[in-house]
């Protein structure tokens, strides 16, 4: 599965899910014009139907693109994994277990949940401090039966001293 994403000439089209909480806003405001990225799906629970632009909560400094402002909230259900290359995940951990592990099933997930921090066969990836450890995301498809795979991210607080 990582191999399948290394020297692509195209960006891949991303599917953010949480999108209006602080994390999922955080992912929004990381990914625009993002050189290897490009959001084709906005995806919440509480705010399915409403415009990413009226439905953000706090503020931002960033200049939200047309595209992105307008773009359509939907549901998580609604995701088209035949449409989407990855998925970035901001949802809480009681419901990542499952959202997360369902889309796993066909694509990559990149999570901020804790959910799956603790498996054994899912290895925390930070790509400044443990590089190498990427080719450890493909481990657990074959235990799972999963075509893509979850990483998820340390938690918050250790990031910072993980880097140090």
Not at 11 to 27: D, E, M, Y
Not at 52 to 68: D, H, N, R
Not at 97 to 108: F, H, M, N, V
């Amino acid at each position: 599965m990582i191999d399948s994403f290394k020297n692509e000439t195209k960006k891949l089209n991303v599917a953010v899910i949480g999108c209006t909480g602080l994390a999922g806003q955080s992912l929004v405001e990381a990914l625009i014009d993002h050189p290897w990225f490009e959001i084709t799906s906005l995806h919440g629970d509480s705010s399915v139907g409403g415009r990413y632009g009226e439905q953000i909560k706090g503020s931002s400094a960033v200049v939200f693109p047309p595209s992105i402002r307008d773009c359509p909230i939907r549901a998580v259900a609604d995701l088209d994994l035949e449409k989407t290359d990855l998925v970035f995940s901001a949802i809480p951990s009681k419901f990542a277990q499952k959202i997360e592990g369902k889309i796993a099933k066909s694509l990559p997930v990149f999570s901020t949940a804790s959910s799956y921090r603790y498996e054994p066969d899912i290895p925390i990836y930070l790509p400044i401090v443990n590089q190498s450890h990427i080719i450890m995301l493909d481990s657990p498809q074959s235990d799972r039966q999963w075509q893509g795979f979850v990483c998820p991210g340390p938690n918050c607080t250790t990031v910072g001293l993980a880097i140090a």
